[in-house]
């Protein structure tokens, strides 16, 4: 069992920058792979972004490639969200989830993950 706390949402302007952490409550969290999603008001829960255990491995969707950058620090247990550029379009909360997993994989679907944050809000003004 992990228990995972995202941290680091709020309100900014369209432009500006916001970076989420996701930190564990356990030391084996640096053999988990991560992955970002949110979920806006009214839409599907989509994939943001995804690391590797080691964060040698990552991946993004489209529409935020160039913008935002997964990272970890397996030393602190967190996996950080870097969100620069941000539009109104990435308004939602943003969630963590975590596997136990130590190959070079990476997952974007919901459903590979079997540990999941409360979520922070995340939103972007025009």
């Known amino acids: 069992q992990v228990q995972l706390v995202e941290s680091g949402g709020g309100l900014v302007q369209a432009g500006g920058s916001l970076r989420l952490s996701c930190a564990a409550s356990?030391?084996?969290?640096?053999?988990?792979?991560v992955g970002w999603f949110r979920q806006a008001p009214g839409k599907e829960r989509e994939f943001v972004a995804a690391?590797?255990?080691?964060?040698?491995?990552?991946y993004y969707t489209d529409s935020v490639k160039g913008r935002f950058t997964i990272s970890r620090d397996n030393a602190k247990n967190t996996v950080y969200l870097q969100m620069n550029s941000l539009k109104p379009e990435d308004t939602a909360v943003y969630s963590c989830?975590?596997?136990?997993?130590?190959?070079?994989?990476?997952?974007?679907?919901?459903?590979?993950?079997?540990?999941w944050g409360q979520g922070t809000q995340v939103t972007v003004s025009s």
């Open positions: 989830a975590a596997r136990p997993d130590t190959s070079t994989f990476y997952y974007i679907r919901a459903e590979m993950y079997g540990f």
């Open positions: 690391i590797s255990w080691s964060g040698d491995s990552t």
């Open positions: 356990r030391r084996t969290f640096s053999s988990y792979a």
